[in-house]
């Protein structure tokens, strides 16, 4: 019997967060083979290093090295250096993860090549059309013939957009797969050591996202409220390589008398154990919207929408905009202990998300 072929196509970190729970579960019978397709979108050694270490994740059997430049650029270039390879390796169904150009690229380049695709996440909407993720998302969705989801409502989404109810797979979320394979680690990390940390008596800031942190009027909004923010509790901010050039800029106090510690960025074990560690978290990240929801930590995502609704509905997240009295007023609720972050269980986020998507991508080349 032919060994069926599944390329695994990452770009960002977060790809990989969410490939590596399939890669480590994934069969080793003789029957199906993967291969870990590294686009280069984002591309530091350093960071790639640790992340693949941390995750236990095999070195890429293919990089394609597109590296940085506009979205055009990014996909077109995608697309070409897949579309080589597809033709090279003949692979019997392209996964793609997320909504970042990789994702989209790779989707394209397999349809056109009469591959079919699988989405990880898919069904995810922000209804903001504004948002390059948000066109990734819908066009990827409107060309997969396996659509694994995260919860009921991304589901109702893909119908309402004439989505075949036959092509859906609720699954589960693999981000949650990937932090439970990893929390053993995360409590014997020593980071808290090492930014001199105490529980409960800081917060965790993240920001990456074009629309926050390209505009140097918005994120200094954003710094604005950070800073009020950082009068009654610490704040640790890994600094994303996207936003490290404008945010010298946007702050008002000098690093030595800000109570803002901003570090470089972290890998993921260590920073899993400052979440679990924080008294809450400001963020502009979907992944850790859903991480901090299953952790119930409280978490004030910055942004005006989330494509998930579902940790605000029965999560620990609040949905505060970008503007500095909202922040604030979202922070204060937390401070004053008047946000009960329980966080109830979220259906199929168990764990064994992975295990499900494995099995039915084994079931649809097999049967």
């Known amino acids: 019997m ?9 770009g960002t970190r977060p790809n990989f967060m969410k490939l590596a729970p399939i890669i480590k579960r994934f069969p080793d019978n003789g029957e199906l083979r993967y291969f870990l397709i590294h686009t280069g979108q984002h591309y530091d050694y350093e960071m790639s290093r640790i992340f693949f270490e941390q995750l236990e994740i095999p070195e890429a059997d293919f990089y394609l090295g597109v590296g940085s430049g506009t979205q055009n650029y990014q996909i077109a270039n995608i697309m070409l250096k897949m579309e080589e390879l597809i033709n090279e390796q003949k692979p019997d169904i392209i996964v793609v993860v997320g ?17 079919p695709v699988a989405h990880i996440e898919a069904g995810l909407r922000s ?3 504004t948002m390059p993720e948000e066109i990734n998302r819908k066009i990827t969705d409107s060309i997969s013939t396996l659509l694994f989801t995260h919860c009921e409502e991304a589901n109702k989404n893909l119908m309402r957009e004439g989505i075949s109810p036959q092509k859906i797979h609720l699954v589960g979320n693999v981000m949650i797969d990937n932090l439970l394979d990893c929390i053993g680690k995360a409590k014997s990390s020593k980071i808290m050591e090492k930014l001199e940390l105490d529980e409960k008596k800081f917060a965790v800031l993240t920001l990456h996202r ?7 009027s918005i994120l200094s909004e954003i710094m604005r409220a950070v800073e009020h923010i950082s009068n009654e509790v610490k704040v640790v901010f890994p600094v994303h390589p996207r936003a490290a050039k ?11 008398g800000s109570n803002i510690h901003l570090i470089k960025p972290l890998g993921f074990i260590d920073f899993l154990k400052l979440m679990m560690e924080s008294k809450f978290v400001l ?3 979907g992944g850790i919207q859903e991480e901090t929801s299953f952790l119930g930590i409280p978490c004030i995502t910055i942004r005006e929408n989330t494509e998930r609704p579902i940790t605000t509905e029965i ?5 505060a905009g970008i503007k500095r009295e909202n922040i604030l007023n ?9 946000f009960t972050a329980i966080g109830k269980s979220i259906p199929y986020w168990d764990g064994k998300a992975s295990d499900r998507i494995i099995k039915i991508i084994k079931n649809f080349l097999l049967d």
């Open 330 to 338: 979202a922070a204060r609720k937390i401070l004053d202990g008047k």
């Open 2 to 10: 032919k060994v069926k072929k599944i390329f695994l196509i990452a």
């Open 99 to 115: 909504d970042v150009n990789s994702t989209l690229a790779a989707a394209l380049s397999a349809v056109k090549c009469g591959v």
């Open 127 to 129: 209804f903001d059309e």
């Open 210 to 216: 074009a629309s926050n942190v390209d505009n140097i």
């Open 283 to 285: 963020t502009d990240s």
């Open 315 to 319: 999560g620990t997240n609040i949905l």
């Open 246 to 256: 404008n945010i010298e800029k946007s702050l008002k106090t000098t690093k030595e």
